[in-house]
């Protein structure tokens, strides 16, 4: 049936030891594998595969790929042809390329990102066991983040982000749940948002200057985490971006901030709606733009348009 | 792809008058319809087709059928097609047949009760629109339900429960979130919980002694709406059988509740976790089945196990 | 001005190790001081007094005494002239008789619960100190307790409340914020809540069969925590009596539960209202009554008028 | 014992048919007794006196005064000494002349305010009743408000911060609970936070240019009325200008939004501590104050040190 989730995002990171620390005691994650170059592995208390974030040490802050699973092995042949058909060339890694992972389908997204789809992961199971298990992690540490939710990857102009989101809807049968429009009768597609699932969104993009990543994020239950994470991120001196919001688009709670080497991250709570192919697109236009980002003033705020992350191209 | 979501419940209510009050100025729903023999159609804010709710004027108080939309109108002929091969008899029913539907394939599921799939439903749209929408709206009424989320329906005895278990997974291609085992070895499953989306759950059996509903879900946000909810209700003398709850089985917060006429109702709230076809299943077993129910005291509690909707026959 | 707040409450407990365990790993607070006989001195993490419950080893799970915290040391003598005026022997304890307090005045209230006023007790300081503090302890353990915020005194039958509540007014400057009302045309007080702050109570007295104590009650934020530490509470199998509620009287968010020798406790949230003097007092008739005491469903529930703590008499 | 709470916060609006749409259909007031000249006097649901608001038609948007309610007639006698052995000259108005109060003891505070102490005012009762109460009104409109809280008032100068800080202690018996200091060695209060009850804060004082008020706060249960209530304020386009934020000065979780006039308003949620006469004065350092501020990025934010409303004098 296709694309199931975001499984992993791979990025590079300034100082190895701080990310650690970082993501292990603020955020919660767990080291799940460390490799002799440094890479650290880690994944979340409710999720059971063996990673959702690979950390590369690095002279710089970049984005190296994300990976997106699929339901069956076969599913990544079919994907394969459809890619393919639609003209970008493809190649399979064997399995153990990408580490822990089985086979692995590598392409280039038509917005330039590294994008990889693979079928199986090495299974580790959720903190909380899957037998009677408890709703939350008692000895669970920091913000307790659930699990990586979605990213938002940053392409060169509207027409980009209208190619992209176009091949997601195509080609992996992605539902658009909400855009917003500009340009001459609202005729350009200034960022998207499209979902696998239920839930508001799966990935989304955004046009902007360069090709790369403006954040990931976490996912919490509901406002009430997103205070206590804020209060955690202030007690640790984490540089905030932009404080506990309501997001018009998504109906979603958040917090933007930054991990040590800049890449920009965001808690994200509440399920929003129940996301269907059927339901009507949301459309944010040009006027209301930042009412859709920024609910509450209906203004710009903090850094959200100039810090990002870049592509790490070879 | 088969089914999307739980469409509509459809049930007879002993005074029509007294239930349309009380699902509109106590639960928020609208009523979008009313045929002359006095049913009413109603659908909640944060849903866009006609209706997810249908009140039947009766001296009983039974449940008819429950629908599911599917994703396309080709789907129905190729569900017609498994579900005939299981062995099920199945009927189309002409557009209009099943009111403001297209075509509608009807059957009786394993569990013996009245199920039907359509593609099509005459369109509304949500009540704060598509366009710029508010997160909520704000001339909402009371509990402000965002939609039908799922039903818990009753199976005469595990075995029941495991073919229809096994029916919605193989035929309609649901996974299984979560089941309560119990026998020698924990081989019987005595309740099940089946997804279609990333949610806990779309649909759920339990063993008992009869074809009946034991409720179906409002959904509402989070924690906070759940004290809410129930405060309307005290306000309103609507008579409450659990207080508000964490479940083990789905993490869910929840009340339950009973209509005017004595259906059990629930007001669901949170996404619980994020259901994938490849997450493990959850197993609570014989010893913990009350703590997965009812999760604080582990033990039984209301009339949760002798209160429910009989089926009705004809 | 007389008295601030509730100083501690001074029970016995069956098992003494247990206990520690409960009250530090579930409850959150710190033990500040042990004796050679067993007795445990505790405190929350959000008071700056040395302690707030005190622990002792006994073969009977009995309430010994409570204390209050008056402003100034001359409030004692005032005090003991108004207490002995009103027909009530008294006696000073000197400085160090009490653990760590300085002189106290000891009497017997006219329900017959052992009483004590002291205005010093040695200083510790919050947990999250008093120079740019945090606003709560990132390392603080289970449910985070705030400060033991109020008790229930049960009183031999309505007379014996009506006696110390008056007490209280007339002697003590408490203001009555609530109160049930039984018999002919509401004549007897059933219960009351008494304030010497702007929170709903700062002790509450209730009519039963014998003199003891019904519950003491910590305080939580809001209904927030309400949920996790009933999820708190169910990781480690604490005995809840009654899950998570609203209460009519005094608009509070509630759990009641069992320590391990089967005293009862509360976790209170929320501010309530602003009590004041000149707030009308609020009466719960008897036909309302237990909508006042368990606001959704308005019935009884739980062991609530049959678990208590009796006082322990030598 | 002396001065209870705010009563009652006089200022002058713009437009008086548009202030009254804010406050009662966005803060949720009720407009209790309208003027000839204009003038309109509202109430909160929660509070029990006629009026805490008085609204005048000008054509600047200025601060009037603001007035505390004291329990006893007497306590005014006792007051008056106290005040004007300080050196400050006081007058008595008879009853009536402020509106629908007894007699009004009216002086100017050390930092320049006009301020009035009044022991009675005209009865009118919660929204909710006093028997048998539900625990908010369901009919309420908007942010549904509970009570004006406190007021920030502006002072010229650290050294008139300390004056009138010495003054409400000395004079009003009022506790210190939290203090900005500056200067050499932090000799100097630029801001500090006092109470007559057991909340953070019934009145605060900050340093500035000019003689005016910094905000008035409106005060709600807590975090989730804080989302909701800025949900309503993108609502109606509210200019907000600090979004849902934490405190670490009082824990409050807050917005900072203006009225149509201009004036900075408050919605300030939790109990935050319960504030005690021996509690430790909590101290902001000069390099943390930012972070007492807005707890969260610690740094400035909005237009909170620019944005006020002037005096108005005659």
Not at 245 to 262: A, C, L, V, W
Request: a negative charge; one cysteine or more; hydrophobic letters at 40%.
């Amino acid at each position: 049936m296709g694309i199931m989730r975001l499984g992993h995002v791979d990025i590079n990171v300034l100082n190895i030891e701080e990310s650690r620390t970082y993501y292990e005691e603020i955020m919660g994650l767990t080291v799940t594998r460390e490799d002799k170059d440094g890479t650290l592995y880690l994944k979340c208390w409710d999720e059971w595969d063996k990673y959702s974030l690979v950390l590369r040490p690095s002279e710089e802050a970049t984005f190296n790929k994300i990976a997106y699973k699929v339901k069956n092995d076969s599913d990544l042949d079919d994907l394969k042809i459809k890619v393919e058909n639609y003209g970008i060339e493809t190649k399979f890694l064997e399995a153990g390329v990408v580490t822990d992972c089985g086979r692995v389908l590598s392409f280039t997204l038509p917005s330039g990102h590294s994008f990889q789809l693979y079928a199986q992961k090495e299974f580790i199971g959720k903190d909380t066991g899957d037998t009677n298990p408890a709703p939350w992690p008692f000895k669970g540490k920091g913000i307790k983040a659930h699990w990586i939710d979605h990213a938002l990857l940053m392409c060169q102009g509207p027409e980009a982000v209208m190619e992209v989101t176009k091949f997601f809807i195509d080609i992996f049968d992605f539902t658009l749940t909400e855009q917003v429009t500009v340009g001459p009768d609202g005729c350009l597609q200034a960022a998207t948002w499209l979902t696998c699932s239920s839930t508001p969104h799966d990935i989304a993009f955004v046009a902007g200057e360069e090709v790369g990543m403006h954040h990931f994020a976490f996912f919490l239950d509901g406002w009430n985490d997103i205070l206590r994470a804020a209060d955690v991120m202030a007690m640790h001196n984490v540089k905030i971006d932009v404080t506990p919001q309501r997001h018009g688009i998504t109906r979603g709670e958040t917090i933007y901030f930054f991990d040590p080497s800049g890449h920009r991250l965001e808690t994200f709570a509440g399920l929003g709606y129940l996301a269907q192919p059927d339901m009507p697109v949301i459309t944010w236009t040009e006027d209301e733009l930042w009412r859709g980002i920024f609910y509450h003033t209906g203004i710009e705020n903090g850094a959200f348009t100039t810090a990002y992350t870049l592509h790490a191209y070879k």
